[in-house]
């Protein structure tokens, strides 16, 4: 990519762009936005790579987690201090259970832009633009028209807010020595409460023995903090290539690109054209890369797609986020597994069991069923272990094994208890499936 820009894609055929009628302000913008300093490293974003590389080679858990789209009031302690909290309960969870490591990436610190399928929308009798995300226009239909002064705020909020994630981790708030301080006051099922205690008594009890024998080092990096990744979609690529910098790689010693507003970042299933403007801005950067699959996604076009984005067949550099629905999962997923795979490349694949399951309920609300969730991992699980070696055994989940039975439960994204459900479930079948390994190796 020694001829590649981070503007080439001006020169592609784009969907899903914003027009701004100030363009001079636009440009005013963009030109603050690029003397402003990054928000992430090359040496940051390299570790990742390295870490996904892991999952991609099934030797770690990739869990990836947050809002939809976030909104700059999400630019609190409170709301911040929750996201990390849950995630850092689920890793424990998956680790504990799975006894592999978890790589976390939260989609925050950047996630607030919104792809639409119609850039405008009625009001009222009047045709406004639609809310395509806080970095863009806002929610109150008086406040719809796009305004670049957002983008700035955009970089602010994000940076405001990996400041404040990267203060409570060097500030002890994952010392795994003390899991109880995650408290589950969200929490109102006691079968949840129950089962994450019974992980921090006996992961107590562990560090007490291991304290007994001098084995506990109080200042292991490892016990006392967590590698935690940002990421968002790259959707907005003026703000996208104006956070792109030419650094040096602490690994190669060379310069390369890297977008130094995110560790990863990912196009969706409306910006994932081969030919247009999203691929060519993603393919010419050093940061891992997402891109969602679904049941419009060709096999010949993903492969297409993975030649453009990762031509030297870089294990891990693409995660492949697949969101079919419950209902398409063995209909779709098996003919995807096959030919990547036959193109020689090593992705990681990941699971997205939110957006192919959006139902719309009465007053036009979007909503979710749980168990539609459940069943889409459940599913993508058993495909996996009939496609890859590296995933063996299988997944049955149904409305018995849940702490509640939320199959009438609707709601858009998942609760504090329904992610520490989801997590403890994977960790059983990956317990079960590590025990009767080491029953049959007797």
């Known amino acids: 990519m020694s001829n590649w820009t981070p503007h080439d894609w001006k020169t592609k055929p784009i969907v899903q762009d914003v027009e701004y009628e100030d363009k001079e302000q636009l440009d005013k913008v963009l030109n603050k936005l690029n003397r402003l300093p990054p928000m992430v490293s090359p040496s940051e974003i390299e570790k990742l790579r390295e870490q996904l590389k892991q999952v991609a080679l099934g030797n770690s858990f990739l869990l990836q987690g947050g809002d939809c789209a976030e909104l700059f009031d999400y630019c609190s302690s409170d709301p911040i201090e929750a996201k990390l909290k849950v995630l850092l309960q689920m890793s424990l969870v998956l680790t504990w259970g799975a006894r592999t490591s978890v790589v976390r990436i939260a989609r925050m610190a950047g996630q607030y832009a919104k792809p639409r399928s119609n850039p405008m929308e009625m009001h009222e009798g009047k045709e406004i633009h639609s809310f395509r995300g806080d970095n863009v226009n806002g929610f109150d239909p008086k406040d719809r028209k796009p305004d670049p002064e957002r983008l700035l705020g955009a970089y602010f909020h994000s940076a405001a807010t990996l400041n404040y994630v990267r203060t409570l981790l060097d500030s002890g708030f994952a010392d795994l020595h003390e899991p109880s301080n995650w408290d589950l006051n969200h929490v109102r099922s006691d079968h949840v409460r129950r089962e994450y205690q019974n992980i921090v008594t006996q992961l107590t009890d562990a560090f007490d023995f291991m304290k007994t024998i001098g084995a506990d080092n109080a200042s292991s990096n490892a016990l006392n903090s967590v ?6 979609e790259a959707l907005l690529l003026d703000y996208e290539a104006s956070l792109t910098r030419e650094l040096i790689s602490p ?7 890297y977008n130094t507003g995110s560790h ?3 196009i969706g299933d409306r910006t994932r054209q081969p030919d247009g403007a999203h691929v060519n801005y993603m393919k010419g950067i050093e940061n891992p890369i997402g891109v969602k699959v679904g049941p419009s996604t060709k096999p010949l076009e993903l ?6 984005l990762n031509p030297l067949k870089e294990i891990g550099k693409v995660t492949l986020i697949t969101r079919f629905g419950a209902s398409n999962v063995e209909k779709y997923l098996p003919q995807h597994i096959i030919a990547v795979r036959n193109s020689g490349h090593i992705p990681v694949w990941v699971c997205d ?4 399951n959006t139902k719309t309920a009465s007053g036009n609300l979007k909503t979710r069923h749980f168990i539609d969730i459940i069943q889409e991992l459940s599913q993508t699980f058993r495909v996996h272990q009939c496609h890859e070696k590296c995933i063996g055994g299988s997944m049955d989940l ?4 849940l702490s509640t039975n939320y199959q009438t439960y609707c709601d858009p994204r998942l609760n504090y208890e329904q992610s520490l459900d989801v997590a403890f479930l994977i960790a059983k079948y990956y317990e079960n499936e590590r025990k009767n390994k080491e029953f049959l190796n007797l």
């Open 264 to 266: 990863f970042l990912w």
């Open 251 to 257: 690994s190669t010693k060379k310069k390369k690109w």
């Open 303 to 308: 492969v297409e797609l993975m030649n453009t």
């Open 227 to 232: 590698d935690f990744f940002v990421s968002h």
């Open 398 to 401: 149904r409305d018995s094994d």
């Open 353 to 356: 069991p939110m957006h192919g």
